[in-house]
């Protein structure tokens, strides 16, 4: 692809990269300082052999030191004119040098770098306002053209990764949204169960989709309208992670985080959790103690698995730091440390990692004071707040306008003409709508002899129970009872010693995969 | 304090303080008031209750409003039914909670928590919708549980008790009564016939005269 | 009033409220069960607990704190197991349950009649 067909440029714009002239420089002044030296030696010495010379012997002497010094004149003139082509001719090659390493280092570089930040092609060529050879250009020109297309192939990849994960974002908040309904709408304890099991798979898609979002620069999904309390961040934040169960949290902190920061706290956390369970035994517990300092909160968060060794401490350390760094280079097995990296950036959060006192490794994240604040009483109640207020006075009956309740437009829509009987009234069947529900068929209806609502409705209980042990077996790949399967990964305390980040490469979690 | 009520329509009383029980409350009785939709349920448990009714569920809003809707799947605001409730403080130890179940039969996961352990239920028709009513009757009936039928006036045609009995094919003993609901005084004396023909009852089975310890 | 109204705006899922639990290991608490709060509340305690422990300073019905809790009826009884477990709460059962061919005491039903009476 040439330049012309990528990206047509107008032609003033190649003409306005400046050629090179050419040096003219007259060798005679060089000329006349290489004569010179010889010329004042050798006009003395002649003039004093001529002088010195006997009378007969002055003309021959005269005319020898005249061809003498004539010679002499051409042979230094030749020479010097040899020797200043030669300089000449070194002194355009370091030009040259000089100008292709200037090329090379200072202007290439330059133009590249502005290309990829996000400059357009032609602004960067015609901005160049250096010298330049018509090879240098032609060059200039097909490697700005390359860089800046394969620039805008990554940018557009990059757009749809981040629109992909806004959507899928989206979709997440949603359905953890209408989970939390369902939570509360379904009394039944095996539907409950179930429900939170979704809830908390979709709690874990939901943190890939805010990672890919993360680093593929989109905006964060979710804002949180008013402050978070410590404790919700900290649980918001266990809630993503596979280990959710193994978390321990040791906090008795009082303040909040404020809303804008909240999901990048709880974000970043998240990560540091989901580490610390992937690189401990799969039955240890990671523990999360938050201490108040004078600058903010320090939230550190434990495992017990393996000792990170310096190596590994100082990559963790630099995934971190990367912060804005870009994709390449970014293997799978650390995705999650440089998520929190971007997120750290991003808040103004501090993250340094450690050996543990508990053996393992600590990650420690400082929240600064400018992302809390003290949670307004009301917000929620503190240890000492009153629930109760004083005993009201029994209200009186209320004066309530007539039962004006709105059909439900669904129910209505449900509403079939019963039969009607004699009165105008429609006739109940006893048991009808049981057997018309397929609950119970009228035969296992038998009024007030079988009173234990613990016993009724075996048929219904047996029906819901199959019913659910399906879909429970279908969700959970496993018994009905069991809770979410662990994370099948080799346990890291089968390979001691083993690089944290190559270890799970070796062994993913079907669980980690924002890793 | 900010509850939902399951039946939309109502103009919401006063949010009120909530009255502590008695440190000497040891009894907690149950009384389901069920029906169709709009039938006046929360209308009666609140007419006869000492606390403001509650809902084990609140209108839901919006989860974590999420900035970017490009799914176009953003969550949205309504309300669900679970069940509402209200308390009589019958004495110093004994307190009595009156449920308003919703009827309908996709409520039916509702019921056996419910129904565990009440002394009983009422069930509120509207004649202009009487077939509303059959589930909870049937699902009562299948239950065991006693209940008594009222009445809510809704205006309308005026049917005879015995065309309403028929229609509905109550069994004998069970009481038929009308009743208002946004009436304090007659909400009551819809549960005092509850009451009393639990009293029926128990006298027609002395064998049930022992008492179940928990 | 509601030590969480809108529980709704809360990041924490109701899972991690339980460490995954769904059900009480028991039956223990009937929806009108009166729970008693036996000791007071104490810092770095799960805020659920520290709310129940203050609610339930005078007797209150299962189905009460949940409502004010804002929680379903179901974590509730599992945070009130893991409370009476450890004796900070005490509860008080109802007396009347009904099993096969057994109608509510006939005193209690008087009493109920009497306090009817005397609304």
């Known amino acids: ?515 | ?214 | 009033m509601t030590p969480r109204p809108g529980r709704e705006e809360d990041p924490d899922r109701l899972y991690t409220l339980t460490s995954g639990r769904s059900r009480p290991v028991s039956d223990a608490f009937d929806l009108v069960t009166l729970v008693v709060a036996e000791c007071d509340p104490v810092p770095g305690m799960q805020s659920e607990h520290a709310a129940i422990l203050r609610i339930c300073r005078r007797p209150t019905a299962v189905v009460e704190l949940a409502a004010d809790l804002g929680l379903p009826v179901g974590i509730t009884q599992v945070l009130l197991c893991d409370l009476l477990d450890t004796g900070r709460i005490s509860a008080r059962h109802p007396r009347t349950v009904r099993t096969a061919a057994q109608l509510p005491d006939p005193e209690i039903l008087e009493q109920v009649l009497v306090g009817l009476r005397n609304l």
Request: hydrophobic share 40%; net charge neutral; with cysteine.
């Open chain 2, 1 to 214: 304090m900010d509850y939902a009520t399951s039946d939309p329509g109502l103009v919401p009383g006063p949010p009120g303080p909530r009255a502590p029980l008695d440190a000497s409350a040891d009894n907690g009785l149950k009384i389901v008031i069920t029906g169709g939709f709009g039938v006046g349920k929360t209308t009666m448990v609140r007419s006869v209750s000492e606390i403001r009714p509650l809902n084990t569920e609140e209108t839901m809003t919006q989860a974590g409003a999420a900035v970017d809707d490009l799914a176009g799947v953003g969550t949205k605001s309504s309300t669900t039914v679970a069940f509402d409730f209200g308390r009589i403080s019958v004495n110093a130890r004994t307190v009595l909670y009156l449920f308003g179940a919703p009827g309908q039969e996709r409520f039916w996961f509702l019921w056996d928590r419910l129904f565990s352990g009440t002394l009983g239920a009422v069930v509120l028709v509207d004649t202009r919708r009487l077939d509303d009513s059959w589930y909870a009757i049937d699902r009562l009936e299948h239950h065991g549980t006693p209940f008594v039928v009222a009445r809510n006036d809704f205006g309308g045609p005026k049917h005879s008790e015995e065309q309403v009995r028929d229609a509905l094919s109550l069994a004998d003993g069970v009481p038929l009564v009308d009743c208002d609901a946004r009436s304090r005084q007659s909400s009551k004396d819809v549960l005092i016939t509850l009451v009393q023909h639990l009293q029926t009852l128990s006298a027609a089975h002395p064998r049930a005269r022992e008492m179940t310890a928990p």
């Open chain 1, 1 to 515: 692809m040439t330049a012309q067909t990528a990206l047509p440029r107008p032609r003033t714009g190649r003409l306005r990269i400046p050629a090179r002239p050419r040096e003219q420089r007259a060798p005679l002044a060089y000329l006349a300082r290489a004569l010179a030296a010889p010329l004042v030696v050798t006009i003395p010495v002649a003039v004093w052999l001529i002088v010195a010379a006997p009378g007969s012997l002055r003309a021959p002497a005269a005319a020898g030191a005249a061809a003498g010094i004539l010679a002499l004149v051409v042979a230094v003139a030749v020479a010097a004119q040899e020797r200043w082509r030669a300089r000449r001719l070194a002194g355009q090659l370091d030009a040259l040098r000089a100008e292709a390493e200037r090329f090379a280092d200072e202007l290439l570089p330059a133009a590249v770098r502005r290309i990829t930040a996000g400059e357009t092609v032609d602004r960067v060529l015609t901005a160049v306002r250096e010298p330049l050879t018509g090879p240098q250009r032609r060059m200039l020109a097909l490697i700005a053209d390359r860089v800046g297309s394969s620039e805008s192939r990554r940018a557009a990849a990059m757009a749809v990764g981040a629109n992909a994960a806004g959507r899928m974002q989206a979709l997440a908040t949603g359905m953890l949204a209408d989970l939390r309904q369902m939570e509360h709408r379904h009394t039944d304890p095996a539907v409950l169960h179930d429900l939170l099991h979704l809830d908390h798979r979709t709690a874990q898609a939901g943190r890939l989709a805010d990672s890919i979002a993360v680093l593929t620069g989109a905006r964060s999904g979710r804002r949180w309208a008013k402050p978070i309390r410590m404790e919700s961040i900290l649980r918001g934040a266990m809630g993503r992670i596979a280990g959710y169960q193994r978390v321990r949290l040791h906090s008795t902190s009082e303040v909040a985080v404020v809303g804008h920061a909240a999901e990048g706290v709880m974000h970043a956390l998240a990560e540091l959790m989901d580490n610390a369970a992937n690189f401990s035994p799969p039955t240890a517990e990671v523990h999360v103690y938050v201490e108040e300092v004078p600058a903010g909160s320090v939230i550190t968060v434990e495992d017990s698995g393996l000792v990170m060794g310096e190596v590994a401490l100082r990559r963790a350390q630099s995934a971190v730091a990367a912060g804005s760094g870009d994709l390449t280079g970014l293997s799978g097995t650390r995705l999650g440390l440089t998520v929190v990296g971007r997120l750290a950036l991003k808040h103004g959060l501090t993250i340094s990692f450690r050996p543990s006192a508990r053996g393992g490794t600590g990650a420690v994240m400082m929240i600064p004071q400018e992302l809390l604040t003290v949670p307004r009483p009301g917000m929620d109640a503190g240890p000492d707040a009153e629930p109760l207020l004083p005993p009201e006075v029994p209200a009186t009956a209320p004066s309530v306008p007539a039962p004006a309740e709105t059909p439900d437009p669904d129910e209505e829509a449900r509403h079939t003409a019963p039969e009607l009987g004699e009165s105008g009234l429609p006739k109940r069947r006893r048991g009808q709508t049981l057997s018309a529900a397929g609950h119970d068929g009228p035969g296992h209806d038998r009024p007030a002899a079988r009173p234990s609502a613990g016993s009724a409705g075996h048929g219904t209980a047996a029906e819901r129970a199959a019913r659910f042990s399906t879909f429970r077996s279908a969700v959970h790949g496993t018994t009905p009872a069991a809770p979410a399967p662990a994370p099948d990964h080799e346990s890291p305390a089968s390979a001691p010693g083993a690089d944290r980040d190559e270890h799970n490469a070796t062994a993913p979690s079907p669980e980690s995969d924002a890793r």
